[in-house]
Nanobody, 111 residues
Framework: QVQLVESGGGLVQPGGSLRLSCAAS????????MGWYRQAPGQQRELVAG???????NYADSVKGRFTVSRDDAKNTAYLQMNSLKPEDTAVYCC?????WGQGTPVTVSS
């Protein structure tokens, strides 16, 4: 089972940027795709961005052009660069690899 630890969340003003990290245990991270999800209070969890083992990416329409997902297999780490943040991006962000989830990192966008 893969263990995942997210970091990089915090409080940011609208229009600001954050970079989230998802560090994975194990030696086979490079062969798996992964996804970034978020859950806002009172809402269902949604897929924000995904990246395959070959680096093919996909994004939710709400974040296209603002968020970028990437991975560094040498570091067993995936990233989510979030730019032009909006208040509606406020949520707890989690990463998922296979059936494993991280504990999440909170992002608050507010002035």
């Amino acid at each position: 089972q893969v263990q995942l630890v997210e970091s990089g969340g915090g409080l940011v003003q609208p229009g600001g940027s954050l970079r989230l990290s998802c560090a994975a245990s194990g030696t086979f991270f490079s062969i798996y795709g992964m996804g970034w999800y978020r859950q806002a209070p009172g809402q269902q969890r949604e897929l924000v961005a995904g990246i395959t083992s070959r680096g093919i990416t996909n994004y939710a329409d709400s974040v296209k052009g603002r968020f970028t997902v990437s991975r560094d297999d040498a570091k067993n780490t995936a990233y989510l660069q979030m730019n032009s943040l909006k208040p509606e991006d406020t949520a707890v962000y989690c990463c998922k690899v296979l059936g494993s989830w991280g504990q999440g990192t909170p992002v608050t966008v507010s002035s």
